[in-house]
């Protein structure tokens, strides 16, 4: 159990959906480590709540996939697998190279200068070595372009997708080898936008997740081979 990991008060929300939104958001970010064994009574007494809430906010998460269950070790962070990790990615792909090409329509002189300032802070967050501090920035960045698509329903999709991509997000993080070819790949997506290149913006965004997908799977399968160990 992480030390940081708190309750945040919410007056306008139910003690359950503040525990819930407090142990989602630290498996999200990976505070709560993929195969972390989730103990009602210590979780109760770390957050400073009663079990019952804690109880509740266990089952909710694993109707969402974050938590599994099983007789023996009881409640557990679910594994990041192949399979739940490609199946987000195909779609994100998907959506990411829609957004792209409907940007390179739709995006304002002011949205792109957005756009160029986010790219530059991107790039200033990776030097911090702080994993949240880069997510944020990164996050900044895809939502600039998502608003310039114009389109609420593909917002709101994206959106929806976005809080399980975030877990995967921090595991592509992770590999600091790789955060020059981010910089990199935010260059060219803005680049094309700036350009209105439709075709060149669709396929930036698109290599952009398919590396994203290779660095994860090759995370996930050497935290397998460490496990055997």
Do not use: W
């Amino acid at each position: 159990m992480q030390d940081n990991l708190q309750v945040k008060m919410d007056e306008f929300l139910p003690l359950r959906d503040v525990v819930f939104n407090t142990l989602r958001q630290a498996i999200l970010t990976g505070e709560l480590k993929p195969g972390e064994r989730l103990m009602e009574i210590h979780l109760a007494e770390r957050l400073g709540v009663s079990r019952t809430p804690v109880r509740e906010a266990i089952h909710k998460l694993e109707l969402e996939g974050l938590v599994t269950m099983s007789p023996r070790r009881g409640a557990a962070v679910a594994q990041i697998t192949e399979k739940s990790m490609s199946d987000v990615l195909e779609v994100r792909r998907a959506m990411d190279a829609l957004c792209a090409e409907l940007a390179c329509e739709r995006i304002s002189e002011e949205e792109l200068k957005q756009l160029e300032k986010a790219c530059k802070e991107f790039e200033q967050a990776t030097g911090t070595k702080d994993i949240k501090v880069i997510a944020q920035a990164d996050v900044k960045l895809h939502d600039i372009i998502l608003q310039a698509t114009g389109n609420q329903r593909l917002v709101q999709l994206v959106n929806n997708l976005s809080e399980q991509m975030y877990r995967y997000r921090f595991e592509y993080l992770k590999d600091f080898s790789q955060h020059e070819n981010l910089v990199e790949e935010h260059r060219m997506i803005y680049e094309s936008l700036r350009d209105h290149d439709r075709e060149r913006a669709s396929e930036a965004a698109k290599v952009h997740i398919d590396n994203q997908r290779k660095t994860i799977i090759r995370q996930i399968r050497m935290e397998a081979e460490k496990r055997k160990l």
